[in-house]
């Protein structure tokens, strides 16, 4: 039977990653690391993320009490959001998740620049053994 994401199995890794799972969670704690941040705000700073998925995982690192949602009770709304204090006990494991990750960018970066230097064996003209191809006629011009 498939386990659902919400569901938290024995593994702690996975209870861990379960919590930061998501393709823009890192990134909307990576910006939020430098201070608190309205929800225009983390837009803009993101490009690539769409306004509903930002709020989907907002709504989602809220509820796992990482980040919190504060509103300024005014109209227009004024919300923004901060890591919370549980959410900062997250900090040295994120650290060394980036470190291994530039580490992992960089040894990938090398081996493309490996790969594109690498000589590479000219191409072999094509060989006419065993075909039974017949030679072209010319055509007279009448």
């Not at 379960?18 to 890192?26: E, I, L, P, Q």
């Not at 009490?65 to 009770?73: L, M, N, S, V, W």
């Not at 230097?117 to 010319?138: D, I, L």
């Amino acid at each position: 039977m498939a386990v659902s994401k919400k569901e938290i199995g024995e593994c702690p890794i996975d209870a861990a990653l379960s919590v930061v799972d998501g393709r823009w969670k890192g990134t909307i704690l990576w910006r939020l690391a430098d201070g608190p941040m309205r929800t225009a705000e983390l837009r803009r700073s993101i490009p690539e993320i769409t306004e509903r998925m930002l709020i989907r995982h907002l709504h989602e690192l809220v509820a796992d009490g990482i980040i919190e949602r504060h509103d300024a009770g005014t109209v227009p709304p004024r919300v923004h959001y901060s890591i919370s204090e549980y959410g900062k006990t997250l900090g040295p494991v994120l650290g060394a998740l980036c470190d291994w990750g530039r580490k992992d960018m960089a040894r990938r970066a090398a081996q493309d620049r490996h790969n594109a230097a690498a000589p590479t064996s000219p191409a072999s003209p094509p060989s006419s053994a065993g075909t039974t191809r017949r030679p072209r006629r010319k055509l007279n011009p009448a």
